[in-house]
């Protein structure tokens, strides 16, 4: 059964670090994963797809990579800002059985002014 | 307006209550989900449907179903509520298959069951 981890649950940064988040899954065996963004009272939007296939994906100050044979994605946001602060979820869609993405349990950033 | 419509955003109900959560979407999109969002769980997939008449269960259905009324309407019902479904519930919607074209997540309603 594919488990999928974010640590840390929460991290405070100041303003114009560079950070990283971390995602970490059980089976390998995936199809691709997803990081998302939550922001308090609204929905999730989703930031950047990697497909299995894949190593990375960049958009804008946001770069995520996949290491599928050690079961890790990680999220790279570069100088950071206060309107980061959100929490960003990880999920995993393996590739076998009915349809279905796995998530994380999110990690909460606040990026300090 | 949103392309992802959630009512009602708030709800507190009492043990035993029937009640209904509605979505509704303007993406024109064919598939729609019913996610539920507990602390420490991260989101869980409740029903979703390709179409009208494709519904299919999630990893959590039991004490909930659900009515795709239309292309546009997704409604989760639980039947008899009960404490352990407190938690904050978010209807998504993609045009297919949503590894390829991402999800449409509406704001999310927070139903608290007493």
């Known amino acids: 059964k594919q488990e999928v981890t974010q640590i840390p649950a929460a991290l405070s940064v100041p303003e114009g670090e560079n950070l990283v988040l971390n995602c970490s899954f059980t089976?390998?065996?995936?199809?691709?994963l997803q990081w998302f963004r939550q922001d308090p009272g609204k929905g999730l939007t989703s930031l950047l797809l990697i497909q299995s296939s894949q190593r990375e994906q960049t958009s804008g100050r946001l770069n995520a990579s996949l290491d599928k044979s050690s079961g890790r994605s990680t999220l790279y946001i570069a100088a950071s800002q206060p309107g980061d602060s959100a929490t960003y979820l990880c999920?995993?869609?393996?590739?076998?059985?009915?349809?279905?993405?796995?998530f994380g349990t999110g990690t909460r950033l606040k990026v300090l002014a | 307006d949103a392309d992802v419509t959630q009512t009602p955003r708030n709800r507190i109900t009492k043990t035993g209550k029937r009640i209904m959560l509605e979505c509704s979407q303007t993406k024109g999109h064919d598939r729609m989900y019913w996610y539920r969002q507990d602390p420490g769980l991260g989101l869980r997939l409740i029903y979703y449907?390709?179409?009208?008449?494709?519904?299919n269960k999630g990893e959590i259905s039991d004490g909930y179903s659900v009515s795709r009324q239309a292309q546009a309407k997704f409604s989760l019902s639980l039947e008899s509520a009960i404490p352990n479904q407190t938690a904050l519930y978010f209807c998504?919607?993609?045009?297919?298959?949503?590894?390829?074209?991402?999800?449409?997540f509406g704001s999310g309603t927070r139903l608290t069951v007493v």
């Open positions: 089976d390998s065996a995936i199809y691709n």
């Open positions: 449907s390709f179409d009208v008449k494709d519904i």
């Open positions: 999920a995993v869609r393996g590739t076998s059985g009915t349809y279905k993405y796995i």
């Open positions: 998504a919607t993609s045009p297919g298959e949503a590894s390829i074209y991402g999800y449409t």
